[in-house]
């Protein structure tokens, strides 16, 4: 068991997997045909969560190049809807959004789509500059911009997974993940890059109320 620097024991404990041979992943990303190697980071969270069902309707935010939703489209027949600020290449069974998730716009076209949004996932990251607080406080604000985003769009009972990165503010957002699901977990993929500090919040069960400090 391994825990986030700062958290105490029980709150936010990350349960890893094996890094060994992460390149593996990029080069079975290739043969497999999916556009990145994240698609096994889905792959992975699935498997020790079941976040999806097979009827689900998904979100995946931050979606290009459209690995996660290659990934989704085989673990649900139902509808998914890939948002990102570029364009994203079709994939049969799938349908995009080219905008910015954290508009209005955007969330009422997520509602004229869907009916009912069973599970929002987001994988995205922002641009880098090297620095790492400034960049790890701005994968933080990301994140809860996509927490924001599902806890207006799910369905009571709802999942989310999300990525980010440890560091001081990483328990502020991981609270408010537990302030509107029922269980929240922290998550390390076996198929992240060795090294990264990269971390996935997984929230199941939405409380169906908005709570936000």
Same mark, same amino acid.
């Given at each position: 068991?391994?825990?986030?620097?700062?958290?105490?024991?029980?709150?936010?404990?990350?349960?890893?997997?094996?890094?060994?041979? #992460?390149? &593996?992943?990029?080069?079975?990303?290739?043969?497999?045909?999916?556009?990145?190697?994240? #698609?096994? &980071?889905?792959?992975?969270?699935?498997?020790?969560?079941?976040?999806?069902?097979?009827?689900?309707?998904?979100?995946?935010?931050?979606?290009?190049?459209?690995?996660?939703?290659?990934?989704?489209?085989?673990?649900?027949?139902?509808?998914?809807?890939?948002?990102?600020?570029?364009?994203?290449?079709?994939?049969?069974?799938?349908?995009?959004?080219?905008?910015?998730?954290?508009?209005?716009?955007?969330?009422? &076209?997520?509602?004229?789509?869907?009916?009912?949004?069973?599970?929002?996932?987001?994988?995205?990251?922002?641009?880098?500059?090297?620095?790492?607080?400034?960049?790890?406080?701005?994968?933080?604000?990301?994140?809860?911009?996509?927490?924001?985003?599902?806890?207006?769009?799910? &369905?009571?009972?709802?999942?989310?997974?999300?990525?980010?990165?440890?560091?001081?503010?990483?328990?502020?957002?991981?609270?408010?993940?537990?302030?509107?699901?029922?269980?929240?977990?922290?998550?390390?993929?076996?198929?992240?890059?060795?090294?990264?500090?990269?971390?996935?919040?997984?929230?199941?069960?939405?409380?169906?109320?908005?709570?936000?400090?």
């Amino acid at each position: 068991m391994w825990f986030l620097p700062g958290l105490p024991a029980g709150q936010g404990n990350i349960l890893m997997g094996s890094q060994w041979g #992460a390149d &593996k992943y990029y080069k079975k990303s290739v043969s497999e045909g999916y556009r990145s190697r994240a #698609a096994y &980071k889905l792959r992975d969270i699935q498997n020790r969560f079941n976040i999806i069902r097979n009827d689900d309707n998904v979100i995946d935010l931050g979606a290009a190049p459209g690995s996660w939703m290659q990934v989704l489209r085989e673990l649900t027949e139902g509808e998914i809807v890939g948002i990102d600020l570029n364009p994203i290449a079709s994939i049969e069974g799938t349908r995009t959004i080219t905008g910015d998730f954290t508009t209005d716009v955007v969330q009422e &076209k997520v509602r004229a789509m869907l009916h009912e949004v069973n599970v929002v996932v987001c994988d995205a990251s922002p641009k880098l500059s090297g620095q790492k607080s400034y960049d790890q406080a701005r994968a933080v604000a990301l994140s809860e911009e996509a927490l924001f985003f599902a806890i207006k769009v799910l &369905k009571p009972g709802g999942n989310f997974a999300v990525k980010s990165f440890q560091g001081e503010m990483f328990n502020e957002l991981l609270e408010l993940a537990r302030e509107n699901f029922y269980s929240v977990k922290v998550y390390r993929s076996r198929a992240a890059r060795r090294g990264s500090s990269e971390a996935y919040i997984i929230a199941k069960n939405f409380k169906g109320t908005t709570h936000v400090a």
